[in-house]
């Protein structure tokens, strides 16, 4: 074998045998009674297991191909290494009979050496289990969304072997990972630290030649040889690599998000003995009081909830995640939060390369039982190997919402004072095995802000706080929409950074007719509630979805509340920019499922009214008002103040207009001022109009914003003036 490494995919058709035990690898030898997948997938994908859970029996066998067969002319011995890329959940694996030891764990490679056990005919059989957590409040699976979720099927189970099957061969030095981050970086030097760990059958003198090679700008190729010496089996080796001239990783709405492709080659004797490359870009992110900077620069996040690309997650594909970020980028957002999953590798990588920012959250979502700490700290520990090349990768957050949630239908108020008591009081999950995640994760990775949960209040001489979580306007937990304003007017450190609200809606009715009936008096309601995610009755807390009259009204009907619901937050906090909120994120993007949710594009990724008025009030220019009262008496004043913000980097010359229109479309008051809106300026007051209404009806309230811009803002408001 005269070129190493080399590896070959084990993807492609295997067999099937669903069983009630497993038999410590010993099955009927003949296919007769197998079924047959493609591989990789969800054991659900085939049409005769749609909705299996369970204990699965998967098996390939192959024959070595000649490429991989060890050489009379190899000068250096060849080891031999089985990988599988991701299996939800527990994976026993077997390679001609042999044990390779349990596995647990969905999104982490797991890799043996089987060099003693190949041959020119092979078998490998994997025993795979991926149960339904009955104890809701007390899971053991550490699969985050996948196993819970008012926002998924919860019929859809995740099992299967969903990330490729590979045989590596390489010389007798293997590299089983490498890590690196950016120290610090300047115009002419950046310094990187690096760990990566080297498996070794013998002492051996060996060569770390690393390349640095530039992905998509013009650059030169860089090259650093270090010199070790190992010492037989696996060792961790730490150092620093100086890049000259380094060229920065931006977000897209700050720069340009250059991309260095990494290789590190271990050489033995002249030979290359193993490689390994990973994308990675140089820049550095940190959070100040919850202000973010990236290379040092101050930047407002905008952003979104983005959950599992599929429900079906082994079906993401390069192409999907690009359309999904193309339409983040579109609608102005910078971050995309990974909500309570760890998800394809697609995703970081496309993440990378269009320059968009990743909040990535550990798979803990709501309540565990105590026994999940161990294996927690191991998966913790290898989501930061797995993930922490990626310059997309902001910062880790250990747990969604550690608080007691089952049903978040149920507001009994039973239910209500657990949740409560959880949030505020005490919560094992956030208290203790959150702050033991976030410690381990500070010592794994070292320079990325590590949230120890999502969703902490601050409580004073208790607990600062984290992110936090509203739906005023949704859950009757929390109240009306505007009863929000004064809570954090009287306590603003509750919006430093605020990483979920929304509203509920429908669909467009054309993918609403792919998953329920057009005609609205056929629709099974009940089916929606259980298989769609729709939450009917809170939904009729806010206003009479019942009494549409076709599913073209119900779609309107929803998404006009959806929108007002986002708005009123949107606005609120961009007035709050920087004073104190560093972030906003909506929930959520899309759709991993058929379903009436939050999402702002649905499943097919065809946008709802949401995701338009959404890009309107993300732009980097913003013109827009807060009202006190969107209704208000014959006679009453209601001040409407003009605020302006500019998010982009740079000073910029516009223009703000101001119309005043009544019922009946006369304008009763105009107003123009032109200025210089400064870069990355905090929201300003540039006019403030009274209203004082003299008759009955509908006033509209019209703003405008032109100038050096890429497009002009125009956002409209009402105020209804009602007798009596």
Not at 200 to 229: C, K, Y
Not at 294 to 323: H, M, Q, S, W
Request: charged share 25%; proline share 6%.
């Amino acid at each position: 074998m005269r070129n190493l490494p080399a590896v070959w995919s084990l993807d492609g058709v295997w067999t099937l045998l669903p069983v009630d035990t497993f038999r410590q690898g010993f099955y009927p030898a003949d296919d007769d009674t197998w079924l047959t997948q493609e591989i990789p997938a969800h054991w659900q994908q085939h049409p005769l297991l749609e909705r299996y859970t369970g204990c699965m029996v998967y098996r390939r066998r192959f024959t070595l191909p000649e490429a991989m067969a060890d050489a009379s002319d190899q000068s250096l011995p060849i080891r031999y290494f089985l990988r599988f890329n991701g299996v939800f959940y527990w994976a026993q694996p077997y390679f001609n009979g042999v044990d390779l030891g349990r596995h647990e764990g969905y999104f982490e490679p797991y890799e043996r050496e089987v060099t003693a056990w190949i041959a020119p005919e092979n078998e490998i059989l994997v025993e795979v289990e991926c149960p339904d957590e009955a104890n809701k409040s007390g899971k053991r699976l550490i699969t985050g969304v996948f196993s819970h979720w008012d926002c998924m099927d919860p019929l859809a189970n995740p099992g299967g072997i969903w990330l490729p099957v590979e045989l590596a061969a390489t010389g007798p030095v293997r590299l089983r990972e490498v890590f690196l981050h950016t120290e610090a970086a300047g115009e002419s030097l950046a310094e990187l630290r690096f760990r990566t760990v080297v498996d070794s059958d013998a002492a051996r003198d060996v060569t770390l030649r690393w390349t640095f090679a530039p992905v998509n700008f013009a650059g030169a190729v860089q090259t650093i040889e270090q010199r070790r010496a190992l010492a037989a089996g696996a060792h961790e080796i730490a150092g620093v690599l100086l890049v000259n001239d380094p060229h920065l990783w931006w977000p897209h709405d700050m720069g340009s998000p250059d991309l260095y492709a990494v290789t590190l080659e271990v050489v033995c004797d002249g030979v290359v003995s193993d490689a390994r490359t990973v994308r990675f870009g140089i820049r550095t992110f940190e959070l100040h009081d919850w202000i973010p900077y990236l290379n040092g620069t101050r930047f407002f996040v905008k952003g979104n909830n983005y959950p599992p690309t599929d429900v079906r997650i082994a079906t993401t594909t390069r192409e999907r995640c690009i359309e999904d970020l193309r339409l983040a980028r579109e609608c102005h957002m910078n971050m995309l939060r990974v909500h309570g999953h760890v998800g394809h590798p697609a995703l970081y990588d496309a993440a990378d390369e269009m320059g968009v920012l990743l909040w990535q959250d550990f798979p803990l979502h709501w309540l565990y039982r105590r026994e999940v700490l161990p294996e927690a700290r191991r998966q913790a520990r290898a989501m930061v190997r797995l993930l922490g090349n990626h310059p997309s990768v902001a910062l880790w957050c250990m747990h969604n919402e550690p608080v007691y949630v089952v049903d978040t239908r149920d507001e009994r108020v039973t239910t209500r004072m657990r949740t409560y008591a959880s949030m505020f009081v005490f919560s094992w999950n956030r208290d203790v095995i959150d702050s033991e995640l976030k410690r381990v994760v500070e010592r794994e990775d070292g320079r990325r802000p590590v949230v120890r949960s999502s969703n902490e209040f601050p409580i004073p001489g208790i607990r600062a706080g984290t992110s936090t979580h509203f739906y005023y306007g949704w859950y009757k937990i929390y109240g009306r929409l505007e009863e929000w304003e004064p809570l954090i007017r009287r306590f603003p450190q509750l919006v430093r950074f605020v990483t979920e609200f929304g509203a509920q809606s429908f669909p467009n009715v054309e993918s609403c007719v792919r998953f329920m009936d057009a005609d609205i008096g056929r629709i099974d309601w009940q089916r929606l509630i259980e298989r769609h995610q729709f939450q009917a009755d809170i939904m009729a807390h806010w206003y009479d979805w019942r009494a549409a009259h076709s599913l073209e009204e119900l779609v309107q009907m929803s998404q006009e509340y959806q929108v007002k619901v986002n708005r009123h937050y949107i606005d609120r906090l961009r007035l709050r920019k920087y004073r104190p909120t560093g972030g906003i994120m909506p929930f959520m993007f899309h759709d991993a499922n058929p379903s009436v949710s939050w999402s702002i594009i649905d499943y097919w990724r065809v946008p709802k009214r949401s995701y338009a008025a959404m890009r309107l009030a993300f732009s980097p220019q913003y013109v827009f008002t807060v009202l006190e009262k969107e209704a208000i008496a014959l006679n009453e004043a209601l001040d409407l103040p003009v605020y302006v913000v500019n998010d982009a980097h740079r000073d910029l010359a516009v223009t703000a207009i101001a119309r005043l229109f009544g019922p009946d479309a006369a304008v009763l008051a105009s107003v123009e001022r032109s200025f210089t809106l400064p870069a990355d300026c905090m929201a300003m007051e540039v006019e403030r109009l009274r209203l004082i209404p003299s008759e009955p009806g509908t006033y509209r309230l019209e703003l405008t914003l032109e100038g050096d811009l890429a497009e002009t803002i125009v956002n409209v408001y009402a105020v209804h003036a009602l007798t009596g």
